[in-house]
């Protein structure tokens, strides 16, 4: 079974400054897509990013980025210069066969 | 391109009535996944319909049931509402092919059911 674990329920940062979410998963798959979704209060889930576990280079989006450590099976977002309008419930997934398992959620509030 | 449109937005049932949610996906998107969000459970898989076949279930009781068009547009049912059904139902549209192990999931702004 696939299992997707974040650990940080919450998590705050200064405007401008630089977040890292973390993100722990599992699956006896060799091959396999990772992502990040954001849901802001709208509750529209976002597609911000996403991982093809053959590929060693990490993803990079503007101002997120991930850092995907297979072996380790961490697959961690990186948010850069955060925004206001970042401020959202961060979701990792992992996705076999086009089904989606959610991790828990990170809900990351940026101050001004 | 327009988005995955979730109608309706919004509805309110008792316990005991059933209900139809609906989802256009994006254009030339073949694959349509449901889920369920709710506060304790989480973002739980419903099912994925490609070419108006059901390809993936996830481990929901057979009251929650759906079904694909030819359009691709997808319907969800879920019959003998139960108050524990009350949730966020999301809709997911994917551009993947019938052998994919999957690609982005683009989702629509959900339907909100309540029941009483």
């Known amino acids: 079974a696939q299992t997707v674990t974040q650990s940080q329920p919450e998590m705050s940062v200064q405007e401008a400054e630089t977040v890292t979410l973390s993100c722990t998963y599992d699956?006896?798959?060799?091959?396999?897509?990772l992502f990040w979704y954001k849901q802001p209060p709208s509750r529209q889930m976002i597609l911000v990013i996403r991982q093809e576990a053959y590929k060693q280079q990490n993803a990079t989006e503007n101002r997120f980025s991930v850092n995907f450590q297979k072996a380790a099976k961490s697959f961690s977002l990186k948010i850069s210069d955060s925004q206001l309008g970042d401020t959202a419930m961060y979701f990792c997934?992992?996705?076999?066969?086009?089904?989606?398992?959610f991790g828990a959620g990170t809900i990351l509030r940026v101050k001004s | 391109k327009a988005g995955v449109t979730q109608t309706p937005r919004y509805l309110i049932k008792t316990r005991g009535q059933q209900v139809t949610l609906s989802c256009s996906p994006i254009s030339g998107h073949r694959s349509v996944s449901w889920y369920q969000q709710t506060p304790g459970q989480g973002l739980q898989f419903l099912f994925e319909?490609?070419?108006?076949?059901?390809?993936n279930k996830g481990n929901f009781p057979g009251r929650f049931s759906g079904r694909q068009f030819s359009n691709s547009r997808s319907e969800m049912n879920v019959s003998t509402l139960e108050l524990g059904d009350s949730a966020l139902y999301l809709c997911?549209?994917?551009?993947?092919?019938?052998?994919?192990?999957?690609?982005?999931?683009?989702f629509g702004a959900g339907t909100r059911l309540s029941v009483l």
């Open positions: 319909y490609f070419s108006e076949t059901q390809r």
């Open positions: 699956t006896s798959e060799s091959n396999y897509y």
């Open positions: 997911a549209s994917s551009l993947v092919s019938a052998g994919d192990l999957g690609g982005p999931q683009y």
């Open positions: 997934a992992l996705s076999y066969g086009n089904k989606l398992v």
